[in-house]
């Protein structure tokens, strides 16, 4: 069954995003696949909105399921202050070093023998959900991948449904891993992280608040379910309606373009009421 908004049982349009929703927020963070971009690639003004905000001194910083491999790429070339990778299991930014120069800091909720040991886990779970599960397939992104196995469902692969989706999950929950369903893959690790953890972690690290009225979360599927639970500034772009079943609170509000053109809204709009 589905679940409900925080405020009752709808999706708010964007429209209604007050100024006082706004004045507190030092940053926004948003998911990547289908909400900065449509259909696997990046909309160009969602890209340009990212520097915009920051241009107008709010932190920007993606939360994403996506690889390490391109958390260092995004978090050295994107108009961003840091990015959240592998669902909270990693966080990279741009700062100093011991040594005093700026510098990429990668930083591991595992240390790296523990990482080692839970990939070697997870080829087992490989094994069966490629077996057990006819059409899925390896994500592409996976050897760029430290803690987690990312199953395809509909990035590479034809679209598949919610049984097959399911039966993935099923195929994770019975190894006694975690796992959470984004809009294209499953990803499974072991250990205890979300994106919530990850963000909390990347504040830290920058010296700022993680405080949930300073930032706003835009998204568009389940394993953006802990971030829209916490932050009242809490959005999904349109296409996020494909997903509500397997979200047990819902956003806030709801832009009405879908993936990148969505994002875009939310940022005109924050822009817009802080002006």
């Known amino acids: 069954m589905p679940g409900t908004s925080l405020q009752g049982d709808r999706l708010r349009p964007l429209g209604e995003l007050a100024a006082a929703d706004v004045a507190p927020l030092v940053g926004i963070l948003f998911d990547i696949d289908d909400t900065v971009t449509l259909h696997g690639r990046i909309v160009p003004a969602a890209f340009d909105a990212m520097a915009r905000a920051r241009d107008a001194g709010l932190r920007m910083v993606p939360v994403t399921g996506r690889p390490a491999g391109w958390v260092d790429h995004i978090a050295r070339m994107w108009p961003v ?92 929950d019975r190894f006694g891993a975690t796992s959470k369903v984004s809009s294209i893959h499953v990803n499974g690790w072991f250990g205890v992280f979300d994106k919530l953890s990850g963000f909390e972690r990347l504040a830290a690290d920058l010296g700022v608040t993680a405080a949930p009225p300073a930032w706003a979360y835009i998204g568009d599927s389940a394993n953006d379910a802990p971030m829209f639970a916490h932050f009242p500034v809490s959005v999904g772009v349109a296409n996020v309606d494909a997903f509500l079943p397997r979200i047990p609170v819902w956003p806030r509000f709801r832009t009405a373009g879908e993936g990148g053109y969505g994002f875009t809204q939310l940022v005109d709009r924050i822009l817009e009421l802080r002006g």
């Open 81 to 172: 202050d840091g990015v959240v990778g592998e669902n909270g299991g990693l966080w990279f930014h741009m700062g100093r070093g011991p040594d005093g120069v700026v510098k990429l800091q990668r930083r591991f909720l595992q240390p790296e023998a523990e990482r080692a040991l839970n990939r070697a886990r997870l080829e087992a779970v490989r094994e069966a959900v490629v077996r057990e599960v006819p059409g899925c397939a390896i994500a592409s992104d996976q050897p760029y991948r430290e803690l987690d196995l990312a199953v395809d469902f509909c990035e590479d692969v034809p679209a598949m449904g919610d049984e097959a989706i399911d039966r993935i999950v099923g195929v994770f």
